[in-house]
């Protein structure tokens, strides 16, 4: 069975930074993609990024260019979103999302499993 795991929310004052996880298990990681979406309050959810897991290639929203990254870590099966100057617009819950076609890119329809989400609050 699949599960994603994410962590790492929390409180963050404007300009601070927080590293999101999403801990993957329950199959091969071959032809496995991971997307970050967030979701605000009253709005959709919004496409953040997403990594290719074999060979490590990367697509970012254009919103979030510069201001984060993204990393995978094969022995852990975990993949890493680290944020940085952080601003009270993108307080949301932040979803990772897994497809294992290696086609899901930036709609999370394409995402056929979801963690649980975490809570990200960044105060003015």
């Known amino acids: 069975q699949v599960r994603l795991v994410e962590s790492g929310g929390g409180l963050v004052q404007t300009g601070g930074s927080l590293r999101l996880s999403c801990a993957a298990s329950g199959r091969t990681f071959r032809n496995f993609v991971l997307g970050w979406f967030r979701q605000a309050p009253g709005k959709e959810r919004d496409f953040v990024e997403r990594?290719?897991?074999?060979?490590?290639?990367?697509y970012y929203a254009d919103s979030v260019v510069g201001l984060v990254t993204i990393s995978n870590h094969h022995a852990k099966n975990t993949v890493y979103l680290q944020m940085n100057t952080l601003k009270p617009e993108e307080t949301a819950i932040y979803y990772c999302?897994?497809?294992?076609?290696?086609?899901?890119?930036?709609?999370?329809?394409?995402?056929?499993?979801w963690g649980q989400g975490t809570q990200v609050t960044v105060s003015s």
């Open positions: 990594i290719r897991w074999s060979r490590g290639t990367s």
């Open positions: 999302g897994g497809d294992f076609t290696n086609r899901a890119d930036v709609r999370d329809e394409d995402y056929d499993y």
